[in-house]
Structures are given as C-alpha cells and as structure tokens.
C-alpha cells in the first residue's frame, strides 16, 4: 500500500514541536519576553503555553526583569506631542509595535514599576504589560471620586501579583487621605486602613516602589512610604542636605537593586552628590560626588549657558536614572545633556553615549529635562 501523500495527513515539525508541550516549552524557555511577545499570537496552544503561570515564573527566574530603555514624554508638548522610547540596549536598539497605541489622544502613563505600565486613557485605568502587548483593565473605584494619585507596586521575583494604590485626599482644607488597592490576585479594590494624616506637600503620584513599599517625597519634612504588606504609612528619613535648600537643588528620587537613591546639585560647585537609604531606613548615607567638570571636557555643549545668566546658573544636565553595574559599589547614571544621552560609570569614570537614530548629536537644541521619565523593564509577566 502507497504511503498517503494527502497534506492534511502531513505532519511537519513545527507542528510536531508545537503539539509536544514539553519539548515547546524547552524550546520557549530560551528566548527572551521580547521574542516571546509574537509567539503569543501565533495560536492558541502557544499561548497557552507561554501564558501559563508556571512557564511564566520560570521564565522570570531565568531572566528576571532587566533595564532595558526609557519612556519619555514631554512636559511641554509644544516642544514634542508623542511618547518616545529610548532603548538603553547598546548596539541592539528594542523597537516596540505599540507606538500609534501610546500616542493615543489622551493617552497618559502614570507610574512604571519593574516591567509594567499603570496607564490612563480617558476615564480608563489600566495596567498594561509593554513587553508582551498585553493590557488588563482595572475596575472603577469608588474611592476616585475627588482629588486623587494612582501608584503601581510589582516585583515579579518575589509574586507574579501586582498591587495599585489608589491615594485619595478626603478633605481641601486638612491632610487627610484615604488609601484603596487593587490586588490583581482578587481583582477587586478595597480599603487598606482608615483615613491617615499625611504632610500637605506629599507628591502622591510621583511614588518610588521598592522593597515592597512605595515611597513618596515632600518638598520640606522628607516624605513617607506606604508598606505594603502591613497596610501602614510611615515617615522617610528627611534627604540630606535639604536645610540648605539655597544651596542644593533636587535632581533625582529613584531605586537600584533594592536601594533607595537621592541625588541633589550644587551648581555653585559644579557637582553631584548621590546617596543611598540605608538598609534600616535610619537614614542616608553618600555614596558619590560626581564632578561635572569631567563631563564638561567630553561634551561642551552642558555649560553653553553656565554663569551667562541667573536664570542658567548651573549646567544643562539632568539625571534620568541610575543603576548597578555589577558590585554595589559600581554604579551607572544616565544623564541627559543637550542632543545626547550617556552612561557615566561613577566608579570607573568612563563615559559612554547611548546610540538613538532620533536624537542625534548634532541636534543640541533637545535636552531631556523637558521630559517625565519612566522605566522599562523586559518581563513575561502576566497582567
């Protein structure tokens, strides 16, 4: 008997490998969030497979979240209507599907937190995953009736669950909040506590999360962090050298491997000083003083307006984020300077600049500080 040659009777590999899940998952477990992101489309097996929670935390075991880019939008939309994303991967620049979708009219990020952005487009919230494409819309809240801040909490390595705070202000004339999450686990908003005193001059929608709280700065008393898992709001250390507020300007609240990282100017003196929150949050301790002046050598163009005028009185710098890179005591800032984007390696004191077909060096007039800044991590997580 001759063998059936029908094609509906061939099987061919990939469809082998694809109905094997053992040998599709091995085979799935290798790649990166990113090149995960088009298999999800491709079938309904493959999506099943990549989208289940056990393949997903082992892949995030193999690859925890990394720092990949930048979201940056303008806060002077004359100067630039659309979200740009600048890819922080030297000599393989990531290039997302999602550009017409974040430049929706309206369109807003609120917070960015290891992977995942919480987002605003009209009267919608919603927590969407840039890595994969994938979005989940958050119910309403009754608590979002008045004035009120929306924080996103994840860290994909300790729960594949992620939290939104909701801080919304009871009363205009005293500092009363009263404080809602959304569990992605449950899927519903409840009342973490009763209303809590806060200082007036909390910036509730700036948060910083890390070591499962989110953080918060003031202008005049330090700030406050929200502990996510007892549910209560505590006072910050106070950040250094903030009595001495003619002489200093604040430049940068952000994390880094589990450490909180303040950094404040002197332009007087031309530098910067980074500190770190110590592990029992007793307080800051200095890590760095960055002298300007190295960078002034390498790229000019930061001090065409130091010292010309009092409006101009320090150099056209502005820290965008600062990492690890490698041992704790080795840290990377990534600074904004007009038409450039660079890596500063503290320790080292090498400089390197991030290569951006959109902003070239020749085009001196772009300077980052004009931009809210938000992270992007590479995650497979699940929203």
């Known amino acids: 008997m001759e063998p059936n040659t029908d094609p509906q009777f061939e099987t061919t590999s990939a469809e082998k490998v694809a109905g094997n899940e053992d040998l599709a998952t091995e085979i799935f477990i290798q790649l990166s969030a ?43 939309t004359i100067q630039c209507s659309e979200v740009h994303y600048l890819s ?25 937190c290891n992977g995942l952005l919480l987002c605003q487009l009209g009267l919608l919230n919603y927590v969407f995953n840039p890595s994969t494409c994938q979005l989940r819309v958050l119910p309403s809240c009754s608590y979002m009736e008045n004035k009120f801040a929306l924080n996103l909490g994840f860290d994909p390595l300790a729960s594949p669950d992620y939290k939104v705070v909701c801080v919304q202000k009871l009363d205009s004339q005293q500092p009363l909040y009263q404080i809602a999450i959304y569990s992605s686990q449950t899927q519903r908003w409840n009342l973490s506590q009763e209303p809590v005193f806060a200082p007036n001059d909390v910036a509730f929608k700036d948060g910083v999360f890390c070591n499962d709280a989110i ?64 592990e029992d949050y007793s307080g800051w301790d200095l890590k760095f003083r960055v002298n300007l002046n190295v960078l002034i050598a390498k790229i000019p163009t930061m001090a065409r307006h130091f010292g010309f005028h009092p409006l101009f009185s320090e150099c056209e710098c502005d820290v965008l984020r ?20 660079v890596f500063f390696n503290l320790k080292k004191k090498t400089l390197t600049k991030v290569q951006d077909p959109v902003f070239r060096s020749c085009d001196v007039t772009i300077w980052y500080k004009t931009y809210s800044v938000y992270e992007h991590f590479e995650t497979l997580s699940l929203i």
């Open 34 to 76: 990113a090149s995960l992101a088009p298999c999800l489309r491709v079938s309904k097996l493959w999506l099943s497979f990549i989208s289940n929670q056990t393949f997903v935390l082992r892949h995030t075991l193999l690859y925890p979240p990394f720092f990949s880019g930048l979201f940056l939008i303008p806060r002077q």
């Open 88 to 112: 922080l991967n030297q000599g393989k620049p990531d290039k997302f599907p999602f550009v017409t979708f974040l430049n929706s009219r309206g369109f807003q990020i609120l917070h960015s």
């Open 322 to 341: 600062i990492n690890h890179a490698g041992s704790d005591e080795d840290m990377e800032i990534v600074l904004s300077v007009p038409g450039e984007v």
């Open 215 to 278: 953080h918060w700065l003031t202008s005049t008393s330090g700030g406050v962090y929200y502990d996510l898992k007892t549910g209560i709001l505590r006072e910050m250390p106070q950040p250094p050298r903030q009595e001495e507020e003619s002489q200093y300007k604040f430049k940068y609240f952000g994390k880094s491997q589990g450490y909180l990282l303040y950094v404040i100017s002197r332009p007087l003196l031309n530098h910067y000083e980074v500190f770190k929150m110590k």
